[in-house]
């Protein structure tokens, strides 16, 4: 393959006139689709297989890019102005974008948002381009050992995601881990915690498990609006919207925080077991520990908890594209989707895809590029418009959030039962809020569980069971062993003893 | 008193909208639903249509059901909305699709897992709780390993897991699934014990397998097809009792291993399926619009390309097909000690 005819077919995503439309379109969907809580971008990449069929294999390949690049930025939004994150990618946005807003900077927090998102697909897709065949194999090679303490790694973020009681945020946790772990075992093949008559829809439903989703939109959309309901009196904050665009200064100094942010990202999102959403908490807890001095505190506003979630979020798009690419696996939901997309348009997407048919494979990575630049273009619009949102009094901006969080949850299974949850966990969030317990840690436990828990029994399994055997296979491996090293330190540095040490020295 | 107002307001409109969704199961996706409710059997379908694929996406009956799924719905007129369901060897779609009205709008799409579901005690439910409207293909079983691998022939895998019990790592996708059924016939008839690591699809089965973190698997020839065609993995044996076109070097299990001619031929088949009780005229229809999905060209590139057959199966010839599978499969894993379950005692005759 010459190098010069691979540009052609990526160019092909910026010459065409009906791909490029396809792709502005999709980018367009994308951010107001993500935006909305509940209306996932797994979702709108299946329902759009469902009317793209028809039509040639680019242009549904452009309109699915590009909604898949418009989406994950999309969840930020909702998250910075009503703290309601629009997906689980954004729930660390919310953390540092809502107090923000409650400054009357929504506007800049979104500014700063778009243009992460966009250096972090940019990054993303330059990993992609670059590093497919490296990264693949080393997806591939990541063990079930590895899996797991990428997840222990995962728990020790309920120090940055929780509030300045330790105790509260472990048990939050903890809940979320026990949710998670509601359901059929798949592995065995026995329930675990259903309740219900046999044969009852409630079970039925109980034995698929509750979906983290409407765990999220329960405990951050139905929680926060009734816990705005409560103190009626307070006058919304007046947005500024004058300095949306930041400034070239601002954007240069964190680009060291983008550029690890964005590796982060892209390394997670391209194993086929962990995508986006993990990704960009890894990425704020790592910019919460090494940022030495932010203008403002974390929790209250930091920009560098903006900029980190934010970048890994998009740059785990190109990284999740890399085993869809290169091995025909796909690294998160949307690819999966995108993978089935493929073959109904007759495409044999696997090793050979890129022999087979390298037309769709550079125009894939040249749409993601295009796609980032429409980002650019579309992420600025409308946001005059959103920060208004804000502005709305509460007794009528509440219920509708309300309502968008029954709306979110029914659309997701199309299950009325994932309504009752989400009415129960936002009732379980309110009193959690009130008694001052983090709703956070909570949904990161339910993403963590399966991770944990299946990948340390595959891993026990492997080596017969055998603990010692388990703990000789981790040194053994390199990557087991920095991951198993990166476990000790944050142990270490998270422990009382080192803080009342460091606070000495 | 204006919190007394904006939290009735909120308590209303949740109230409102749940009281919308508890009147029918499935989502009244279109307007008018209940307008519609007494013509239902008269013009089946008038709004969108839901399918519950019982393994994850991406995987082989994931990419079958919803190829199939597009030209049926041009036939039909209406949307499939497809949702993946996996878990206990399909037990969690059967439960589901049981668990709803039979009137045509949620579909099962699945694979043959539930014909053994009973003698291995995944689940309650098979194909007997269920009317098939059209088996779409079929296919068969490949045992294969990375391409660096060890092992050059079958018998030196099965030698190396005589000589080393409990070693060698088998990747499986849990109870009830192809892989770890396959393998566990081989355990019964070459006495082979591997240590079976339950990954979450074939997919992820063939990833562990050319990653080093597993030593062989046995899967779905349409999972595991581009991997061989593009050299990542080598398939030491068809689990078959013949060559396959497209396979020609891959020599048949039985050729090596005769005594495998008496559980073989066996594979895998995927179909689609409505709860028992189904209105006939509804039946008829969905049928009419698989049947045509079966013969499109598309479909039969797509269902080739993956290592499968086209079966286009329908009424009492696709009952009946069912029926015998799941005897002969059942008694051959009962009799080879797989299963624990008499076939008998859960109403399977032999």
């Given at each position: ?27 367009f ?49 909702s ?25 009357g ?40 050992r ?107 100094r ?18 086929p ?21 932010p ?13 980190a ?54 125009y ?27 502005e ?13 969080s ?54 026990a399994?492997?080596?017969g069971?055998?603990?010692?055997a ?17 476990v000790?330190?944050m ?12 606070a000495?020295? | ?70 030209v ?43 014909q ?91 990833i ?87 013969e ?6 797509l ?23 799941r ?9 080879s000690?797989?299963a ?11």
């Amino acid at each position: 393959m010459e190098i010069s005819q691979a540009f052609g077919y990526a160019l092909q995503a910026l010459t065409d006139p009906k791909l490029l439309f396809c792709l502005a379109v999709g980018v367009f969907l994308g951010i107001y689709v993500g935006a909305i809580p509940g209306l996932s971008v797994t979702m709108a990449t299946s329902l759009l297989i469902s009317f793209t069929y028809s039509w040639a294999t680019l242009p549904a390949l452009a309109a699915m890019v590009g909604v898949y690049i418009g989406g994950v930025y999309g969840g930020s939004r909702s998250a910075i102005l009503l703290n309601i994150p629009g997906a689980p990618a954004a729930v660390a946005t919310a953390l540092e974008g809502y107090p923000l807003a409650r400054k009357g900077l929504a506007g800049q927090a979104i500014g700063v948002t778009v243009i992460q998102s966009v250096l972090g697909g940019f990054i993303g897709t330059m990993i992609l381009c670059l590093g497919a065949p490296y990264l693949s194999k080393f997806a591939m090679r990541f063990a079930p050992r590895d899996y797991f303490l990428l997840a222990v790694i995962g728990l020790f973020l309920v120090s940055s995601l929780g509030n300045n009681r330790p105790a509260r945020g472990i048990l939050s946790a903890a809940l979320g881990l026990f949710i998670g772990f509601i359901g059929l075992d798949n592995q065995t093949g026995h329930n675990r915690f259903v309740l219900g008559a046999s044969g009852s829809m409630f079970r039925t439903y109980m034995m698929l498990g509750v979906s983290y989703v409407v765990v999220m939109i329960g405990l951050f959309g139905m929680s926060e609006a009734l816990i705005q309901l409560r103190d009626l009196t307070t006058t919304p904050v007046k947005q500024k919207v004058d300095k949306i665009i930041p400034s070239w200064k601002n954007t240069v100094r964190f680009i060291p925080l983008t550029l690890k942010s964005s590796l982060i990202g892209a390394v997670v999102g391209a194993l086929p077991g962990t995508g986006g959403d993990i990704a960009a908490l890894l990425a704020y807890d790592q910019a919460k520990r090494t940022t030495k001095n932010p203008e403002t505190p974390f929790g209250e506003g930091a920009m560098e908890g903006l900029v980190a979630p934010e970048s890994a979020n998009n740059a785990a798009v190109g990284g999740a594209c890399i085993p869809m690419l290169s091995l025909g696996i796909p690294g998160d939901a949307v690819t999966a989707i995108m993978l089935g997309a493929m073959y109904i348009h007759g495409l044999n997407p696997g090793p050979l895809l890129m022999t087979n048919s390298p037309d769709v494979f550079y125009y894939i990575i040249g749409a993601m590029f295009v796609g980032n630049i429409f980002l650019l273009i579309f992420g600025f619009t409308g946001i005059k418009a959103f920060s208004k949102i804000v502005e709305i009094p509460k007794e009528i901006l509440m219920p509708i959030i309300i309502l968008l969080s029954v709306v979110g949850a029914f659309s997701i299974n199309n299950s009325i039962m994932d309504v009752y949850w989400m009415i129960a966990f936002g009732i379980l969030g309110y009193v959690m809020k009130l008694y001052h317990f983090p709703v956070g840690p909570t949904v990161l436990g339910i993403i963590l569980s399966d991770l944990l828990e299946l990948n340390f029994r595959r891993a026990a399994t492997t080596v017969g069971n055998s603990l010692p055997a388990l703990l000789t296979d981790i040194v053994s491996h390199p990557v087991s062993l920095v991951l198993a090293v990166f476990v000790i330190c944050m142990a270490i540095t998270s422990s009382s003893p080192y803080k009342r040490w460091k606070a000495k020295h | 008193m204006k919190k007394i107002i904006a939290i009735l307001m909120a308590a209303v409109m949740v109230c409102s909208l749940a009281a919308c969704g508890s009147g029918t199961s499935s989502a009244p996706t279109n307007s008018g639903s209940s307008a519609a409710k007494p013509a239902e059997t008269a013009a089946y379908p008038t709004k969108s249509i839901q399918g519950s694929i019982m393994w994850s996406a991406g995987g082989i009956c994931d990419t079958v059901s919803r190829a199939a799924g597009l030209v049926a719905q041009e036939e039909l007129g209406q949307s499939i909305v497809f949702t993946n369901r996996p878990g206990s060897g399909g037990g969690v779609s059967t439960a589901y699709v049981n668990a709803q009205a039979a009137d045509g709008y949620e579909l099962l799409f699945g694979a043959e897992n539930p014909q053994i579901a009973k003698v291995m005690g995944t689940s309650e439910l098979d194909y007997d709780d269920f009317y098939p409207i059209c088996l779409l293909s079929n296919s068969y079983g490949g045992i294969y390993v990375a391409k660096d691998s060890k092992y050059q022939t079958v018998e030196d895998l099965f030698n190396d897991m005589l000589a080393n019990p409990g070693q060698v790592i088998a990747a499986t996708t849990g109870a009830g699934g192809l892989p770890e059924t396959a393998a566990t016939i081989i355990r019964s008839i070459s006495g082979t014990e591997p240590n079976m690591v339950p990954f979450d699809g074939e997919n992820e089965c063939a990833i562990a397998v050319m990653g080093g973190n597993a030593d062989f698997a046995v899967s779905t020839l349409g999972s595991i097809a581009s991997f061989y065609q593009s050299g990542d993995i080598r398939i030491l044996a068809m689990f078959h009792n013949e060559r396959l076109e497209g396979f020609d070097d891959v020599p048949a299990i039985t050729e090596i291993y005769p005594e495998y001619n008496e559980v073989l031929p066996w594979g895998p088949f995927y179909g689609v399926f409505v709860k028992q009780g189904t209105d006939q005229a509804i039946i008829d229809t969905l049928t009419a619009a698989f049947s045509k999905a079966c013969e499109a060209p598309d479909f039969q590139e797509l269902v080739a390309s993956k290592g499968c057959f086209v079966m286009n199966m329908t009424g009492d010839e696709a009952v009946e097909y069912l029926r015998k599978y799941r005897s002969t499969t059942s008694y051959m894993l009962y009799d080879s000690g797989v299963a624990t379950i008499d076939p008998a005692s859960v109403g399977i005759e032999r």
